[in-house]
Protein backbone atom coordinates (compact mmCIF):
# COMPACT_ATOMS: atom_id res chain seq x y z
CA UNK A 1 0.00 0.00 0.00
CA UNK A 2 1.58 3.18 -0.85
CA UNK A 3 1.60 6.60 0.78
CA UNK A 4 -1.15 8.33 -0.54
CA UNK A 5 -4.05 5.09 0.33
CA UNK A 6 -2.12 4.85 3.81
CA UNK A 7 -2.69 8.54 4.62
CA UNK A 8 -6.55 8.45 2.53
CA UNK A 9 -7.49 5.54 4.73
CA UNK A 10 -5.85 6.31 8.06
CA UNK A 11 -8.54 9.68 7.81
CA UNK A 12 -11.17 8.17 6.85
CA UNK A 13 -10.80 5.37 10.30
CA UNK A 14 -9.82 8.88 12.19
CA UNK A 15 -13.15 10.73 10.93
CA UNK A 16 -15.21 7.45 11.77
CA UNK A 17 -13.92 7.29 15.00
CA UNK A 18 -14.71 10.70 15.02
CA UNK A 19 -18.36 10.50 13.76
CA UNK A 20 -19.06 7.46 16.20
CA UNK A 21 -18.43 9.46 19.38
CA UNK A 22 -19.69 12.80 17.98
CA UNK A 23 -23.20 10.21 17.08
CA UNK A 24 -22.90 8.55 20.33
CA UNK A 25 -22.56 11.86 22.51
CA UNK A 26 -25.66 13.42 20.52
CA UNK A 27 -28.19 10.25 21.13
CA UNK A 28 -27.13 10.56 24.77
CA UNK A 29 -27.83 14.53 24.98
CA UNK A 30 -30.84 14.30 22.60
CA UNK A 31 -32.23 11.71 25.32
CA UNK A 32 -32.33 13.73 28.31
CA UNK A 33 -33.58 16.95 25.78
CA UNK A 34 -36.45 14.67 24.38
CA UNK A 35 -37.33 13.77 28.46
CA UNK A 36 -37.31 16.87 29.68
CA UNK A 37 -39.22 18.73 26.61
CA UNK A 38 -41.68 15.91 26.67
CA UNK A 39 -42.33 15.88 30.28
CA UNK A 40 -42.28 19.89 30.54
CA UNK A 41 -44.71 20.20 28.05
CA UNK A 42 -47.27 17.43 29.02
CA UNK A 43 -47.00 19.84 32.68
CA UNK A 44 -47.66 22.90 30.87
CA UNK A 45 -50.54 21.01 28.56
CA UNK A 46 -52.25 19.48 31.80
CA UNK A 47 -52.09 23.66 33.61
CA UNK A 48 -53.61 24.61 30.33
CA UNK A 49 -56.31 22.51 30.71
CA UNK A 50 -57.47 22.41 33.78
CA UNK A 51 -58.46 26.31 32.80
CA UNK A 52 -60.13 25.11 29.41
CA UNK A 53 -61.73 22.31 30.83
CA UNK A 54 -64.31 24.79 32.17
CA UNK A 55 -64.60 26.77 28.78
CA UNK A 56 -66.05 24.86 25.68
CA UNK A 57 -64.46 27.08 23.00
CA UNK A 58 -61.47 27.75 24.64
CA UNK A 59 -61.16 23.58 24.74
CA UNK A 60 -61.85 23.81 21.09
CA UNK A 61 -59.30 26.13 19.96
CA UNK A 62 -56.62 23.95 21.92
CA UNK A 63 -57.85 21.09 20.63
CA UNK A 64 -57.79 22.27 17.26
CA UNK A 65 -54.14 24.30 17.40
CA UNK A 66 -51.11 22.20 17.15
CA UNK A 67 -49.12 21.41 20.66
CA UNK A 68 -45.40 19.85 20.70
CA UNK A 69 -44.77 16.98 22.47
CA UNK A 70 -48.26 16.14 23.23
CA UNK A 71 -51.08 14.32 21.71
CA UNK A 72 -54.57 15.47 23.41
CA UNK A 73 -58.10 13.31 22.90
CA UNK A 74 -61.54 13.80 23.87
CA UNK A 75 -62.07 10.42 24.70
CA UNK A 76 -66.02 9.12 25.87
CA UNK A 77 -66.82 6.63 28.74
CA UNK A 78 -66.69 4.10 26.54
CA UNK A 79 -62.71 5.59 25.73
CA UNK A 80 -63.56 5.63 21.92
CA UNK A 81 -61.77 8.71 20.69
CA UNK A 82 -64.15 11.68 19.75
CA UNK A 83 -64.31 13.81 16.74
CA UNK A 84 -61.65 16.51 18.19
CA UNK A 85 -57.64 15.62 18.32
CA UNK A 86 -54.82 17.88 18.49
CA UNK A 87 -52.66 15.82 16.16
CA UNK A 88 -51.42 18.06 13.48
CA UNK A 89 -51.18 16.78 10.03
CA UNK A 90 -47.77 16.95 9.05
CA UNK A 91 -47.02 14.70 5.63
CA UNK A 92 -44.79 17.04 4.66
CA UNK A 93 -42.33 16.40 7.24
CA UNK A 94 -39.84 13.34 7.21
CA UNK A 95 -39.98 11.06 10.60
CA UNK A 96 -36.90 9.15 12.02
CA UNK A 97 -36.41 6.05 11.05
CA UNK A 98 -37.75 3.20 13.44
CA UNK A 99 -34.14 1.70 13.62
CA UNK A 100 -32.95 5.47 14.98
CA UNK A 101 -35.96 5.73 17.27
CA UNK A 102 -34.83 2.35 19.19
CA UNK A 103 -30.85 3.26 19.46
CA UNK A 104 -32.99 6.54 21.73
CA UNK A 105 -33.24 4.14 24.89
CA UNK A 106 -36.23 4.82 27.18
CA UNK A 107 -38.17 6.75 24.44
CA UNK A 108 -41.42 4.11 24.18
CA UNK A 109 -41.44 4.14 28.27
CA UNK A 110 -41.77 7.53 27.26
CA UNK A 111 -45.18 7.28 24.67
CA UNK A 112 -46.45 5.32 27.05
CA UNK A 113 -47.40 8.24 29.79
CA UNK A 114 -50.68 8.62 29.55
CA UNK A 115 -52.99 11.54 31.70
CA UNK A 116 -56.54 11.97 31.78
CA UNK A 117 -58.66 15.40 32.63
CA UNK A 118 -62.51 14.33 32.95
CA UNK A 119 -64.58 16.92 31.80
CA UNK A 120 -68.12 17.83 33.46
CA UNK A 121 -70.02 16.34 30.88
CA UNK A 122 -68.46 12.98 31.68
CA UNK A 123 -65.92 12.88 28.85
CA UNK A 124 -62.13 12.92 29.45
CA UNK A 125 -58.95 14.71 27.73
CA UNK A 126 -56.46 12.20 27.21
CA UNK A 127 -52.48 13.72 27.72
CA UNK A 128 -50.59 11.85 26.10
CA UNK A 129 -46.77 11.95 25.46
CA UNK A 130 -45.48 12.45 21.58
CA UNK A 131 -41.49 13.23 20.86
CA UNK A 132 -41.76 12.59 17.64
CA UNK A 133 -41.15 15.91 16.96
CA UNK A 134 -38.21 16.03 18.95
CA UNK A 135 -37.27 12.88 17.23
CA UNK A 136 -37.55 14.07 13.93
CA UNK A 137 -35.33 17.36 14.94
CA UNK A 138 -32.31 15.10 16.43
CA UNK A 139 -32.60 13.13 12.73
CA UNK A 140 -32.39 15.87 10.87
CA UNK A 141 -29.16 17.43 12.64
CA UNK A 142 -27.73 14.10 13.01
CA UNK A 143 -27.99 13.70 8.96
CA UNK A 144 -26.52 17.24 8.63
CA UNK A 145 -23.79 16.35 10.77
CA UNK A 146 -23.23 13.08 8.34
CA UNK A 147 -23.49 15.38 5.56
CA UNK A 148 -20.52 17.76 6.62
CA UNK A 149 -18.93 14.57 7.85
CA UNK A 150 -18.78 12.79 4.50
CA UNK A 151 -18.22 16.70 2.62
CA UNK A 152 -15.00 16.71 5.35
CA UNK A 153 -13.32 13.06 4.62
CA UNK A 154 -13.86 13.62 0.64
CA UNK A 155 -12.27 16.99 0.81
CA UNK A 156 -9.59 16.46 3.39
CA UNK A 157 -8.71 13.04 1.07
CA UNK A 158 -8.51 15.64 -2.20
CA UNK A 159 -6.60 17.74 -0.23
CA UNK A 160 -3.97 14.64 0.82
CA UNK A 161 -4.25 13.33 -2.44
CA UNK A 162 -2.72 16.21 -3.88
CA UNK A 163 -0.35 17.45 -1.19
CA UNK A 164 1.27 14.18 -0.25
CA UNK A 165 1.67 13.89 -4.29
CA UNK A 166 3.62 16.80 -4.31
CA UNK A 167 5.24 16.08 -1.05
CA UNK A 168 6.52 12.55 -1.95
CA UNK A 169 7.91 13.82 -5.74
CA UNK A 170 11.31 14.51 -3.90
CA UNK A 171 11.20 11.01 -2.67
CA UNK A 172 10.25 9.56 -6.08
CA UNK A 173 13.07 11.40 -7.51
CA UNK A 174 15.74 10.54 -4.96
CA UNK A 175 14.59 6.71 -5.39
CA UNK A 176 14.78 7.00 -9.12
CA UNK A 177 18.28 8.50 -8.93
CA UNK A 178 19.43 6.12 -6.32
CA UNK A 179 18.23 3.15 -8.72
CA UNK A 180 20.64 4.73 -11.72
CA UNK A 181 23.33 4.91 -9.10
CA UNK A 182 22.66 1.36 -8.06
CA UNK A 183 22.95 0.72 -11.72
CA UNK A 184 26.51 2.11 -11.85
CA UNK A 185 25.24 5.23 -13.84
CA UNK A 186 26.72 8.21 -11.63
CA UNK A 187 26.01 10.34 -13.86
CA UNK A 188 22.52 11.04 -12.44
CA UNK A 189 21.57 14.25 -10.68
CA UNK A 190 18.83 15.52 -8.56
CA UNK A 191 17.10 18.85 -9.62
CA UNK A 192 16.60 21.97 -7.35
CA UNK A 193 13.47 22.14 -5.08
CA UNK A 194 11.61 24.98 -3.12
CA UNK A 195 12.00 23.56 0.22
CA UNK A 196 15.41 23.86 1.92
CA UNK A 197 15.77 20.82 3.65
CA UNK A 198 15.09 18.95 0.82
CA UNK A 199 17.20 21.43 -1.65
CA UNK A 200 20.20 20.01 0.84
CA UNK A 201 19.64 16.40 0.66
CA UNK A 202 19.71 16.92 -3.00
CA UNK A 203 23.24 19.21 -2.97
CA UNK A 204 24.73 16.29 -0.78
CA UNK A 205 23.55 13.92 -3.26
CA UNK A 206 24.52 15.24 -6.06
CA UNK A 207 28.23 15.87 -4.29
CA UNK A 208 27.83 12.44 -3.42
CA UNK A 209 27.08 11.77 -7.47
CA UNK A 210 29.75 13.71 -8.48
CA UNK A 211 32.69 12.31 -6.14
CA UNK A 212 31.82 8.51 -7.51
CA UNK A 213 31.85 9.38 -11.22
CA UNK A 214 35.20 11.43 -10.29
CA UNK A 215 35.98 8.04 -8.30
CA UNK A 216 34.63 5.86 -11.59
CA UNK A 217 36.98 7.92 -13.88
CA UNK A 218 40.21 7.80 -11.62
CA UNK A 219 39.70 4.33 -11.06
CA UNK A 220 39.63 3.14 -14.69
CA UNK A 221 42.45 5.84 -14.89
CA UNK A 222 44.47 4.06 -12.45
CA UNK A 223 43.73 0.45 -13.90
CA UNK A 224 45.22 1.86 -17.05
CA UNK A 225 48.13 2.72 -16.00
CA UNK A 226 48.40 -0.07 -13.30
CA UNK A 227 48.62 -1.83 -16.90
CA UNK A 228 50.80 0.13 -18.39
CA UNK A 229 53.77 0.38 -15.48
CA UNK A 230 53.32 -3.88 -15.17
CA UNK A 231 53.82 -4.11 -19.04
CA UNK A 232 56.65 -1.41 -18.18
CA UNK A 233 57.81 -3.50 -15.31
CA UNK A 234 58.03 -6.71 -17.56
CA UNK A 235 59.89 -5.03 -20.13
CA UNK A 236 61.99 -3.79 -17.41
CA UNK A 237 63.22 -7.22 -16.39
CA UNK A 238 63.16 -8.58 -19.63
CA UNK A 239 66.03 -6.10 -20.35
CA UNK A 240 67.64 -6.78 -17.06
CA UNK A 241 67.35 -10.46 -17.92
CA UNK A 242 68.49 -10.04 -21.71
CA UNK A 243 71.40 -6.92 -21.50
CA UNK A 244 73.08 -7.46 -18.17
CA UNK A 245 72.40 -11.47 -16.92
CA UNK A 246 72.29 -12.67 -20.53
CA UNK A 247 75.29 -11.18 -21.44
CA UNK A 248 77.34 -12.37 -18.32
CA UNK A 249 76.12 -16.07 -18.94
CA UNK A 250 77.06 -15.57 -22.89
CA UNK A 251 80.19 -13.98 -21.49
CA UNK A 252 80.74 -17.06 -19.01
CA UNK A 253 80.24 -19.98 -21.73
CA UNK A 254 82.66 -18.00 -24.69
CA UNK A 255 85.36 -17.73 -22.03
CA UNK A 256 84.26 -21.83 -20.50
CA UNK A 257 85.07 -22.97 -24.19
CA UNK A 258 87.96 -21.20 -24.24
CA UNK A 259 88.90 -22.99 -21.28
CA UNK A 260 88.15 -25.84 -22.93
CA UNK A 261 90.04 -25.04 -26.49
CA UNK A 262 93.71 -24.00 -24.32
CA UNK A 263 93.99 -26.56 -21.70
CA UNK A 264 97.54 -27.35 -22.48
CA UNK A 265 98.28 -23.30 -21.73
CA UNK A 266 98.17 -23.10 -18.07
CA UNK A 267 98.90 -19.52 -17.85
CA UNK A 268 95.75 -18.44 -20.72
CA UNK A 269 93.48 -20.98 -18.19
CA UNK A 270 94.13 -18.98 -15.10
CA UNK A 271 93.31 -16.12 -16.33
CA UNK A 272 90.32 -16.86 -18.09
CA UNK A 273 89.42 -18.61 -14.82
CA UNK A 274 89.87 -15.24 -12.77
CA UNK A 275 87.79 -13.36 -15.19
CA UNK A 276 84.80 -16.04 -15.27
CA UNK A 277 84.96 -15.43 -11.18
CA UNK A 278 84.45 -11.99 -11.78
CA UNK A 279 81.41 -12.21 -14.35
CA UNK A 280 80.36 -14.44 -11.96
CA UNK A 281 80.76 -11.54 -8.95
CA UNK A 282 79.07 -8.91 -11.41
CA UNK A 283 76.00 -11.69 -12.30
CA UNK A 284 75.14 -11.75 -8.81
CA UNK A 285 75.12 -8.21 -7.82
CA UNK A 286 72.75 -7.77 -10.76
CA UNK A 287 70.76 -10.50 -9.64
CA UNK A 288 70.67 -9.61 -6.03
CA UNK A 289 70.03 -6.09 -6.97
CA UNK A 290 67.20 -7.23 -9.12
CA UNK A 291 65.89 -9.35 -6.41
CA UNK A 292 66.08 -6.25 -4.66
CA UNK A 293 63.72 -3.90 -6.72
CA UNK A 294 61.04 -7.17 -6.86
CA UNK A 295 61.02 -7.54 -3.17
CA UNK A 296 62.71 -6.15 0.02
CA UNK A 297 64.59 -9.20 1.50
CA UNK A 298 66.41 -6.59 4.02
CA UNK A 299 62.92 -6.45 5.51
CA UNK A 300 62.95 -9.94 6.67
CA UNK A 301 66.54 -10.22 7.30
CA UNK A 302 67.31 -7.00 9.45
CA UNK A 303 63.90 -5.05 10.18
CA UNK A 304 62.15 -1.92 9.22
CA UNK A 305 64.23 0.25 10.85
CA UNK A 306 67.23 -1.11 9.39
CA UNK A 307 65.61 -1.75 5.87
CA UNK A 308 64.68 1.91 5.72
CA UNK A 309 68.32 3.02 6.54
CA UNK A 310 69.75 1.15 3.93
CA UNK A 311 66.84 2.21 1.24
CA UNK A 312 67.97 6.09 1.87
CA UNK A 313 71.49 4.87 2.08
CA UNK A 314 71.13 3.85 -1.27
CA UNK A 315 68.82 6.23 -2.64
CA UNK A 316 71.35 9.15 -1.49
CA UNK A 317 73.91 7.32 -4.11
CA UNK A 318 71.82 7.74 -6.56
CA UNK A 319 70.56 11.73 -5.84
CA UNK A 320 73.51 13.13 -4.86
CA UNK A 321 72.36 16.68 -4.98
CA UNK A 322 69.71 15.60 -2.41
CA UNK A 323 70.62 15.59 1.42
CA UNK A 324 68.80 13.32 3.34
CA UNK A 325 68.26 13.99 7.21
CA UNK A 326 66.99 10.42 8.09
CA UNK A 327 65.27 10.56 12.25
CA UNK A 328 64.70 7.40 13.46
CA UNK A 329 63.61 5.89 16.91
CA UNK A 330 65.87 3.53 18.59
CA UNK A 331 63.35 0.56 18.17
CA UNK A 332 59.62 0.14 17.52
CA UNK A 333 57.16 -2.41 18.27
CA UNK A 334 56.78 -5.67 16.40
CA UNK A 335 54.67 -5.72 13.09
CA UNK A 336 53.60 -8.07 10.92
CA UNK A 337 55.13 -8.36 7.81
CA UNK A 338 52.57 -6.59 5.43
CA UNK A 339 52.62 -3.23 7.93
CA UNK A 340 56.29 -3.50 7.54
CA UNK A 341 56.27 -3.81 3.52
CA UNK A 342 53.59 -1.03 3.45
CA UNK A 343 55.75 1.80 5.70
CA UNK A 344 58.79 0.55 3.69
CA UNK A 345 57.20 1.17 0.11
CA UNK A 346 55.40 4.29 1.51
CA UNK A 347 58.99 5.67 2.46
CA UNK A 348 60.42 4.38 -1.02
CA UNK A 349 57.10 6.52 -3.08
CA UNK A 350 57.79 9.56 -1.32
CA UNK A 351 61.72 9.81 -2.27
CA UNK A 352 60.68 9.13 -5.83
CA UNK A 353 58.38 11.74 -5.34
CA UNK A 354 60.72 14.41 -4.31
CA UNK A 355 63.31 13.30 -7.02
CA UNK A 356 61.03 13.37 -9.50
CA UNK A 357 58.75 16.73 -8.97
CA UNK A 358 59.87 18.26 -6.25
CA UNK A 359 63.07 20.54 -7.04
CA UNK A 360 64.42 19.88 -3.37
CA UNK A 361 67.90 19.63 -2.39
CA UNK A 362 67.15 18.59 1.39
CA UNK A 363 64.61 16.27 2.75
CA UNK A 364 63.16 15.33 6.15
CA UNK A 365 62.55 11.83 7.07
CA UNK A 366 61.23 11.87 10.76
CA UNK A 367 59.52 8.60 12.44
CA UNK A 368 58.65 8.08 15.81
CA UNK A 369 56.08 6.14 18.10
CA UNK A 370 53.41 7.39 19.86
CA UNK A 371 49.90 6.23 21.89
CA UNK A 372 50.31 2.51 20.02
CA UNK A 373 50.66 4.77 16.48
CA UNK A 374 53.57 4.96 13.85
CA UNK A 375 53.65 8.54 12.99
CA UNK A 376 55.96 9.33 9.61
CA UNK A 377 56.30 12.74 8.25
CA UNK A 378 58.73 12.78 5.02
CA UNK A 379 59.25 16.81 4.09
CA UNK A 380 61.03 18.54 1.73
CA UNK A 381 61.68 22.04 0.83
CA UNK A 382 61.24 21.96 -2.83
CA UNK A 383 58.75 23.97 -4.96
CA UNK A 384 55.25 22.75 -4.71
CA UNK A 385 53.94 20.94 -7.39
CA UNK A 386 50.71 22.43 -8.79
CA UNK A 387 47.67 20.60 -7.53
CA UNK A 388 45.30 18.87 -9.93
CA UNK A 389 42.27 17.36 -9.71
CA UNK A 390 43.30 14.07 -10.18
CA UNK A 391 45.80 12.56 -7.75
CA UNK A 392 48.27 10.88 -9.49
CA UNK A 393 49.52 7.05 -8.95
CA UNK A 394 52.32 7.39 -6.66
CA UNK A 395 49.80 9.29 -4.15
CA UNK A 396 47.17 7.13 -4.76
CA UNK A 397 48.77 4.11 -3.84
CA UNK A 398 50.11 5.60 -1.08
CA UNK A 399 46.84 6.38 0.26
CA UNK A 400 45.56 2.45 -0.72
CA UNK A 401 48.84 1.40 1.61
CA UNK A 402 47.72 3.31 4.18
CA UNK A 403 43.72 2.32 4.00
CA UNK A 404 45.22 -1.26 4.04
CA UNK A 405 46.50 -0.61 7.27
CA UNK A 406 43.87 1.39 8.97
CA UNK A 407 45.70 4.11 8.87
CA UNK A 408 45.39 7.58 7.22
CA UNK A 409 48.00 9.48 4.73
CA UNK A 410 47.71 13.61 3.85
CA UNK A 411 49.81 15.18 0.97
CA UNK A 412 50.27 18.59 2.24
CA UNK A 413 51.64 21.42 -0.18
CA UNK A 414 52.25 24.75 0.24
CA UNK A 415 53.91 27.60 -2.16
CA UNK A 416 57.50 28.02 -1.74
CA UNK A 417 57.84 25.86 1.48
CA UNK A 418 57.58 22.19 -0.12
CA UNK A 419 55.74 18.96 0.53
CA UNK A 420 54.63 16.76 3.15
CA UNK A 421 53.83 13.34 3.19
CA UNK A 422 52.22 12.74 6.65
CA UNK A 423 50.90 9.46 8.17
CA UNK A 424 49.58 7.39 10.73
CA UNK A 425 49.05 3.89 11.15
CA UNK A 426 48.03 1.72 14.42
CA UNK A 427 50.52 -0.51 15.20
CA UNK A 428 48.82 -3.65 15.14
CA UNK A 429 45.56 -3.71 12.68
CA UNK A 430 42.03 -2.85 15.30
CA UNK A 431 39.40 -5.80 14.97
CA UNK A 432 36.27 -3.98 14.09
Not at 9 to 27: D, G
Request: aromatic letters at 6%.
Amino acid sequence: MNAVLRLNLIVVIVFAIALVVTLNEMIEQATKDIKREVISGLSFTHQLLSVAAENESLLESLLEGETRHVHIEIVGSNSQSAAFSSEPENEDEESAPDWFQDMIPGLDKLQEKKYYRYLPDGRALLLQADPSDEVGEVWESIQHILMLFGLSVLLSNIAIYIGVKQGIKPVTDFLTALREIEKGRYTARLNEYSIKEINELSSHFNAMAHALEESQSDNARLTHELMRIQENERAHLARELHDDLGQYLTGIRAQAYLIKQSAHVPELVASVGNQIAINCDAMQTSFRQLIRELHPVILEQLGLLEAIRTQVENWGLVHTGIKVNLQLPEHIPDMDDERNTHIYRIVQEALNNVAQHSSADSVLIHLQVKDSFIYMNVTDNGVAVERTKTVGLGLRSMQERARCMQGELEFIQEQNKGSLVQLKVPVREEVV
